[in-house]
């Protein structure tokens, strides 16, 4: 994922009813609202997010942020073991 300055992961908290999220900060720094708890996070840190949990990333800085995020199982797309 990239956020631009200002940029937000969405308007509002979200959830993946079913996927865990894995997000690891590639660049930059961002705000991290898990539930009822924040955190700043910079390169190189990681958080998880567990399956049904509302969460809301923000870039409130000058730069640009890249993560890298995983979800298990997939959240998006029809990914099927064959």
Do not use: W
Not at 45 to 65: C, I, L, M, W, Y
Request: glycine share 8%.
């Amino acid at each position: 994922m990239t956020l631009q300055a200002g940029e937000a992961s969405s308007e509002g908290p979200s959830a993946h009813s079913e996927s865990d999220q894995v997000l690891l900060v590639l660049e930059g720094e961002l705000v991290a609202e898990i539930g009822s708890a924040q955190a700043v996070l910079r390169k190189g840190d990681s958080v998880t997010v567990p399956a049904a949990t509302p969460h809301k990333f923000s870039n409130k800085g000058q730069e640009r942020v890249v993560t890298f995020n995983v979800y298990a199982p997939p959240a998006y797309g029809s990914h099927k073991a064959t």
